[in-house]
């Protein structure tokens, strides 16, 4: 049975070797481990990487002369996929202890858990923490024989749309390769950190995971890793890649980056040769990663992630209680809203 790929000690181990999750980069891990059980957490002094935007909590604490950091965290460092968020069999009672000695030792502000799964979510649910909802876009597998099976669902110019996006990428001459485990050979990885990079080199910013990352990652999960290759067909000079997770169940699309622009390319490495692959491989679900409306139009269904915080500062977490609940009332309409955009036949065939 393969597990879920991002709580995988290796994968956080990769993290801090690699120097992403630091005290110099605003991570600072205090993992806590009891009889067996292990919850990550880090000690953050700033909101970057995280995906659940709280910017505006933070200046309202220093408009109040109150320090928002350090607070505490539990994710999978900039990695927003919804998941378990510990191993092993914690009680409510002996996790919250251990969070709130944390949070005592550190003078933190309080406790985030980014992104957990719904298990999790019910485990915790008798305790002090406000839940928080946004939404996100995730890819179904409605047993689909493969990917014409998937677009017979479609509405006929939907359809056509999307063949019509596939068909850009022959006609620009691209050549498209999938890899997985294995097959990733070292020039591979070369060319899609070339690619990662770029993403971020473009805006200006610094990667926030380097070469290194990648090569633990590929040595210690590669089991669970598949990698798109786009190349020029004639020249065979490359132009793309993207990197994928995958488990028993689920196929999540990381990271990706162009060394070359060309039309319909993020579409075709991003979207749609995930789906062919989570089809042939069985998959239940593609989570392709956060924001992006256009994934509506491509079949990816608006679904509802949650988050769920602990302000030490009573007033503060009245205040965040209500700012929650009133935006879970927008975030649902929202939800509500983008359904009626999606590409299916309304048959439901």
């Given at each position: 049975?393969?597990?879920?790929?991002?709580?995988?000690?290796?994968?956080?181990?990769?993290?801090?070797?690699?120097?992403?999750?630091?005290?110099?980069?605003?991570?600072?891990?205090?993992?806590?481990?009891?009889?067996?059980?292990?919850?990550?957490?880090?000690?953050?002094?700033?909101?970057?990487?995280?995906?659940?935007?709280?910017?505006?909590?933070?200046?309202?604490?220093?408009?109040?002369?109150?320090?928002?950091?350090?607070?505490?965290?539990?994710?999978?460092?900039?990695?927003?996929?919804?998941?378990?968020?510990?191993?092993?069999?914690?009680?409510?009672?002996?996790?919250?202890?251990?969070v709130s000695e944390e949070m005592?030792?550190?003078?933190?502000?309080?406790?985030?858990?980014?992104?957990?799964?719904?298990?999790?979510?019910?485990?915790?649910?008798?305790?002090?923490?406000?839940?928080?909802?946004?939404?996100?876009?995730?890819?179904?597998?409605?047993?689909?024989?493969?990917?014409?099976?998937?677009?017979?669902?479609?509405?006929?110019?939907?359809?056509?749309?999307?063949?019509?996006?596939?068909?850009?990428?022959?006609?620009?001459?691209?050549?498209?390769?999938?890899?997985?485990?294995?097959?990733?050979q070292p020039d591979d990885w070369?060319?899609?950190?070339?690619?990662?990079?770029?993403?971020?080199?473009?805006?200006?910013?610094?990667?926030?995971?380097?070469?290194?990352?990648?090569?633990?990652?590929?040595?210690?999960?590669?089991?669970?890793?598949?990698?798109?290759?786009?190349?020029?067909?004639?020249?065979?000079?490359?132009?793309?890649?993207?990197?994928?997770?995958?488990?028993?169940?689920?196929?999540?699309?990381?990271?990706?980056?162009?060394?070359?622009?060309?039309?319909?390319?993020?579409?075709?490495?991003?979207?749609?040769?995930?789906?062919?692959?989570?089809?042939?491989?069985?998959?239940?679900?593609?989570?392709?990663?956060?924001?992006?409306?256009?994934?509506?139009?491509?079949?990816?269904?608006?679904?509802?992630?949650?988050?769920?915080?602990?302000?030490?500062?009573?007033?503060?977490?009245?205040?965040?209680?209500?700012?929650?609940?009133?935006?879970?009332?927008?975030?649902?309409?929202?939800?509500?809203e983008a359904r009626t955009l999606?590409?299916?036949?309304?048959?439901?065939?």
């Open positions: 049975m393969t597990s879920y790929p991002f709580l995988n000690p290796a994968f956080f181990q990769a993290l801090e070797q690699c120097g992403a999750t630091t005290p110099e980069t605003g991570w600072s891990p205090c993992h806590v481990e009891r009889e067996g059980a292990w919850l990550p957490l880090y000690g953050r002094d700033h909101s970057r990487g995280e995906y659940v935007f709280d910017f505006s909590w933070a200046d309202a604490y220093q408009r109040h002369g109150l320090a928002y950091y350090p607070k505490l965290v539990t994710s999978v460092p900039f990695t927003p996929v919804v998941g378990p968020r510990w191993l092993g069999d914690w009680s409510p009672d002996g996790l919250w202890q251990a005592a030792e550190q003078q933190a502000s309080g406790w985030h858990l980014l992104f957990p799964d719904q298990a999790s979510r019910e485990t915790l649910a008798e305790l002090p923490l406000v839940s928080r909802q946004a939404c996100h876009f995730r890819w179904f597998n409605r047993d689909y024989a493969d990917f014409e099976g998937f677009l017979a669902r479609f509405q006929s110019r939907k359809r056509k749309n999307l063949r019509k996006e596939r068909r850009r990428i022959q006609e620009q001459g691209i050549q498209v390769e999938r890899r997985q485990g294995a097959q990733i070369a060319l899609f950190y070339r690619c990662y990079a770029s993403t971020y080199l473009k805006r200006g910013q610094m990667p926030y995971l380097n070469e290194a990352f990648f090569a633990t990652v590929a040595e210690q999960q590669g089991g669970q890793l598949m990698m798109v290759l786009a190349r020029d067909s004639n020249t065979q000079a490359p132009i793309a890649a993207a990197l994928y997770f995958f488990d028993d169940t689920q196929l999540y699309g990381r990271y990706w980056g162009c060394l070359q622009e060309r039309d319909c390319l993020h579409f075709e490495m991003c979207y749609y040769q995930g789906i062919e692959f989570a089809i042939e491989q069985q998959l239940l679900e593609f989570d392709p990663g956060v924001q992006g409306e256009h994934k509506i139009l491509r079949g990816f269904e608006p679904v509802i992630t949650w988050s769920m915080h602990h302000l030490r500062e009573s007033a503060f977490q009245r205040a965040i209680g209500d700012f929650c609940e009133e935006e879970a009332l927008h975030v649902q309409r929202y939800q509500e999606l590409p299916f036949r309304r048959d439901g065939i």
